[in-house]
């Protein structure tokens, strides 16, 4: 047992977890630690915040700035460790599991069952929110990963279609240098490293090869070939950032390709919440198409889990907030703003934009042919020891002239330490 574990295995009374009940009481009170600080984020997270508010409840903000979350999970970590956890947090994939085998989180299934949450959540979602078969969270979206952001007006500076292929790609990129475009716009951080090679891996290796990797941890896969060939191409694309890349919040990234600084970003749908913040239009003022050679899907979903807190109001509010998350109008409204699709799978589609259609419809597609994939960048593949191995190789990688062999030989040593 890990320190963090044993220190909560002390703190935390391991004895029933507190069942949230739907009924209402007077005083509703949620702290929420999350850290969507972006526009599109903020307009996303104010949605809910309203929804709760005008259900009376009263919302005490906590925002961790930070893209990509990992800041945040230092803050929760500390204030757990305090005995202080927030009444709501923003969290997802193994790390729900991990707390919810601590015993720290509250168990959901009143509220799940008042609401239907059983009716509308795809399995997908159900298993990464549910633990010992008890709901420990809720999913407020589903984010798709493996999506390349084009300025239209850039592209067709150098006569070029959008990329289906890395070798397009790199031809499409080589011409936009020439024409002193910058080819792409990058944040140089490790989760944002790591978003662009996962979507590599896919491209170039296929689903099933991008499990046997990234989720199977196989050690012929780390090393072998292809993933060879997967860090020659992270090497064609450190070619193709702007000098002022490094510590880069993504948002800013997404900023450059709106405002014709840069022709394409390598990013998840949240992209999409900071172009429809700027009130542009998807297929038109933007393109979105998936990463080169990706019919699949990488997923990411975001969930709030609510730890075991002191107080009536507290736990009221934790009620209140899980009720709302999966109701009809906050599920179109908040994933319009965030840029993702909804959790729920039986919302009508005519409010969304070609976007976020074509996601819907890679979907149920990539679930129809099995090339939906976890992500591993987003902590949904794996846990946060092994994905900081590969954050670790990824980024080393990409800030300096290792050889992708050299790449491959450091990723096999430093995941089978971190498992
Ligand atoms: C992801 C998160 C998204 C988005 C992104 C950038 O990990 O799931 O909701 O916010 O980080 O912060």
């Given at each position: 047992?890990?320190?963090?574990n044993?220190?909560l295995?002390?703190?935390?009374?391991?004895?029933?977890?507190?069942?949230?009940s739907?009924?209402t009481?007077?005083?509703?009170?949620?702290?929420?630690l999350?850290y969507?600080?972006?526009?599109?984020?903020a307009r996303?997270?104010?949605?809910?915040?309203?929804?709760?508010e005008?259900a009376?409840?009263?919302?005490?903000?906590?925002?961790?700035?930070?893209?990509?979350?990992?800041?945040?999970?230092?803050?929760?970590?500390?204030r757990?460790?305090?005995?202080?956890?927030p009444?709501?947090?923003?969290?997802?994939?193994?790390?729900?599991?991990?707390?919810?085998?601590e015993?720290?989180?509250?168990?959901?299934?009143?509220?799940?069952?008042?609401?239907?949450?059983?009716?509308?959540?795809?399995?997908?979602?159900?298993?990464?929110?549910t633990?010992?078969?008890?709901?420990?969270?809720?999913?407020?979206?589903i984010?798709?990963?493996?999506?390349l952001w084009?300025n239209?007006e850039l592209?067709?500076?150098v006569?070029?279609e959008?990329?289906?292929t890395w070798?397009?790609?790199?031809?499409?990129?080589?011409?936009?240098?020439?024409?002193?475009i910058t080819?792409?716009?990058?944040?140089?951080?490790p989760?944002?490293?790591?978003?662009?090679?996962?979507?590599?891996?896919?491209?170039?290796?296929?689903?099933?090869?991008y499990?046997?990797?990234?989720?199977?941890l196989?050690?012929?896969a780390l090393?072998?070939?292809?993933?060879i060939?997967?860090?020659?191409?992270?090497?064609?694309?450190?070619?193709?950032?702007?000098?002022?890349?490094?510590?880069?919040?993504?948002?800013?990234?997404?900023g450059?390709?709106m405002?014709?600084?840069?022709?394409?970003?390598?990013m998840?749908?949240?992209?999409k919440?900071e172009?429809?913040?700027?009130?542009?239009?998807?297929?038109?003022?933007?393109?979105?198409?998936?990463?080169?050679g990706?019919?699949?899907f990488?997923?990411?979903?975001?969930?709030?889990?609510?730890?075991e807190?002191?107080?009536?109001?507290?736990?009221?509010?934790?009620r209140?907030?899980a009720s709302?998350?999966l109701?009809e109008s906050?599920?179109?409204?908040f994933?319009l703003?965030k840029?993702?699709i909804?959790?729920?799978?039986?919302l009508?589609?005519?409010?969304?934009?070609?976007?976020?259609?074509?996601?819907?419809?890679?979907?149920?597609?990539?679930v129809?042919d099995?090339?939906?994939?976890?992500?591993?960048?987003?902590?949904?593949?794996?846990?946060?020891?092994?994905?900081?191995?590969f954050?670790?190789?990824?980024?080393?990688?990409?800030n300096?002239d290792?050889?992708?062999?050299e790449?491959?030989e450091?990723?096999?040593?430093?995941?089978?330490?971190?498992?």
């Amino acid at each position: 047992m890990n320190l963090i574990n044993r220190l909560l295995a002390g703190t935390m009374a391991v004895g029933a977890l507190t069942a949230l009940s739907p009924v209402t009481v007077s005083a509703q009170t949620a702290e929420v630690l999350h850290y969507w600080t972006s526009g599109g984020e903020a307009r996303a997270v104010g949605a809910l915040r309203e929804e709760f508010e005008a259900a009376g409840g009263t919302w005490v903000d906590a925002p961790v700035a930070g893209g990509g979350g990992d800041a945040q999970a230092t803050v929760l970590r500390s204030r757990v460790l305090a005995g202080d956890p927030p009444t709501a947090v923003q969290i997802k994939g193994p790390n729900i599991h991990d707390w919810a085998d601590e015993g720290a989180l509250a168990n959901l299934d009143e509220v799940a069952e008042a609401e239907g949450w059983d009716d509308v959540l795809p399995p997908l979602l159900r298993d990464i929110v549910t633990f010992d078969g008890e709901y420990v969270a809720v999913p407020v979206n589903i984010h798709r990963v493996n999506w390349l952001w084009i300025n239209p007006e850039l592209l067709a500076e150098v006569d070029a279609e959008p990329p289906t292929t890395w070798d397009e790609f790199n031809a499409t990129a080589d011409a936009l240098l020439e024409a002193g475009i910058t080819p792409v716009a990058h944040g140089g951080q490790p989760w944002q490293d790591a978003t662009i090679f996962e979507t590599v891996v896919l491209g170039l290796g296929g689903p099933d090869f991008y499990r046997e990797a990234l989720v199977e941890l196989d050690a012929d896969a780390l090393s072998g070939e292809t993933m060879i060939a997967v860090f020659e191409q992270m090497r064609r694309i450190r070619g193709y950032v702007d000098p002022n890349f490094p510590g880069r919040e993504w948002n800013l990234a997404t900023g450059m390709v709106m405002n014709g600084e840069a022709a394409m970003q390598i990013m998840g749908d949240w992209a999409k919440g900071e172009f429809a913040a700027s009130d542009l239009e998807g297929g038109m003022d933007y393109l979105c198409v998936p990463t080169p050679g990706t019919s699949g899907f990488i997923l990411n979903s975001d969930s709030f889990a609510f730890f075991e807190v002191e107080g009536d109001d507290r736990i009221a509010g934790q009620r209140l907030l899980a009720s709302l998350i999966l109701g009809e109008s906050f599920q179109e409204t908040f994933n319009l703003f965030k840029g993702s699709i909804p959790a729920r799978t039986d919302l009508p589609r005519d409010a969304f934009d070609v976007c976020a259609v074509r996601s819907m419809e890679d979907l149920d597609q990539a679930v129809a042919d099995d090339s939906l994939v976890p992500s591993m960048a987003h902590e949904i593949a794996i846990g946060r020891s092994v994905r900081g191995a590969f954050l670790d190789v990824v980024t080393q990688h990409f800030n300096s002239d290792m050889s992708a062999e050299e790449a491959v030989e450091l990723l096999l040593e430093e995941v089978e330490l971190a498992m």
